[in-house]
């Protein structure tokens, strides 16, 4: 993922809600600024780094932040 990339998540409660990638970092996994609430509406996505690690819960994280573009109801 790459900043501006756009994101399409569907809720269990049929509503479609549209994200923009706005950040992207990487960081010590005892950092939890990351997961602290904002106050805004924004989607969180945090994954082990690098990548290929064979160690789960290693000392760095990969943090995708995306913002809420908008929302609709979709029917499916």
Known sequence: ???GDRMVVHAASWRVVHYVVTGIEVVRNKDVRVLLDTGDDRLTLVTCYP???VLPGGPLR???VATRRDAAVARI
């Open 51 to 53: 990548f290929d690690s």
């Open 1 to 3: 993922m790459r900043s």
């Open 62 to 64: 990969y943090v995708v």
